[in-house]
């Protein structure tokens, strides 16, 4: 089976800093891939560069369902089997919680407002806030505002998920509640692209988890491979820093 | 003669009033135009500002900055007195919309791309993911929020389009203060100029209310 997403000798550049240099990775459908890595390493420009958030440079290339991303007529429809959750959420604040789920199916899929509207309600009741329907974005908290943008995605049935670090802007309270989330996502089969810092969260739901580092995948394998048998000196001393300090309850 | 019998005669009042309510008619209608056009000028503007390429936005700028340069007087005087010796003549009505609207536009455009820059890039970035084309981006997500921002400078606006329409009374525009120096100088007694103004203040005093009050309530909430 073709890969839903399949990125060959990806590179990018600003000016003289290379942040992505020769990236290869290919996700199959169904398949749930964490990247971690240091800051500034190249993880979120990578997943960016997936819905053309990011450009990049000519050589390499990048494939969703087979169709080259790039700007024109099929980004569009690229961009619609790809839905993405931003470390920010970027809700529509002039909208409410119900009319930014509904605004892009019934405005891109040409979906009728009654059944935009009506899985708008069971995609909240997905996400565990039904009752925040009629609110607006800055009436809820950063935990409900993440959940919601992930109902925002999903209402476009997209082929993919991208998260871009959407625990980071949380407060820890709130992370809780948005990984619940997001494994029920992975448990009911939804292909996702997740950059994060959660390493517990990376371990138990990840299929695959991808190292970066310095704009290259250091190594990639399951989570027991990575987080217990890293083969890269860099991989182990990465997650010495990281799980070192940090206390693993989640997991 | 006493003070009220100068400056607010009642016989002269009543008696001039007909020619201030057409002449305030005029006005309304000439600041009508001149704000309509040119909040859809600078609508246009803004939009080819920002997104058009290079040497089309070069010229929007460029158009803007002229604009905001000149007197609106000049341009108004150049409009209706220069323009007949290229053939173009246009009644003093269109000569002081024309004026209006162009300058009113390069107001408005550099206030709509003030709005428009004012949205964060994660609106512009969950438009793309989502796959909403340009015209759903700013109509259904970008334009409502720039709107908000942008209504206390465009009010402000709409009160120096209407101040300006008095401009119009040197091309011999009927307005209200052509009629009122008209009145004037048939009654040989300056209450008409009196009225036009106090019509002036009572028309524009609620719009600088209003613009003050919004502007008051925006700061809070940001806070």
Known sequence: MPAIVSIKNLHKSYGSFRALSGIDLEVQEGEVVCIVGPSGSGKSTL????????????????????????????????????????????????????????????????ISPEVANSKALDLLKRVGIAEQAEKYPGQLSGGQQQRVAIARALAMEPRVMLFDEPTSSLDPEMVGEVLEVMKDLADSGVTMIVVTHEMGFARQVADRVVFMDAGKIVEAGTPAQIFDHAEEERTRLFLNAVLGHKDEKRN | MSFTETFLNWDVLVSSLPLLLSGLKVTLLLGFVGILFGLLLGLFLALVRIYAIRPVSLAAKIY?????????????????????????RLSPFMSAAVALTL??????????????????????????????????MMADVVLPQAIRIVIPPLTNNCINVIKDTALASVVAMPDLLKQATQAQALEANPTPLIVAALIYVALLWPLVVFVGRLEKRYRREER
């Open chain 1, 47 to 110: 997943i960016r560069c997936i819905n053309l958030l990011e450009s990049y440079d000519d050589q390499g290339q990048v494939l969703v369902d087979g169709v080259r991303v790039e700007r024109g007529k099929a980004l569009r429809r690229v961009r619609k089997e790809v839905g993405m959750v931003f470390q920010s959420f970027n809700l529509f604040p002039h909208l409410t919680v119900q009319e930014n789920i509904v605004l892009a199916p019934t405005r891109v899929r040409n």
């Open chain 2, 64 to 88: 803007t900055d002229v604009f905001r340069s000149i007197p609106i007087l000049v341009l108004l005087i150049v409009i209706y007195y220069a323009l007949p010796f290229v053939g173009l």
């Open chain 2, 103 to 136: 300058v009113s536009g390069a107001y408005t455009a550099e206030i709509f791309r003030a709005g428009i820059e004012a949205i964060p890039r994660g609106q512009f970035e969950a438009s793309h993911a989502l796959g909403l084309g340009y015209r759903h």
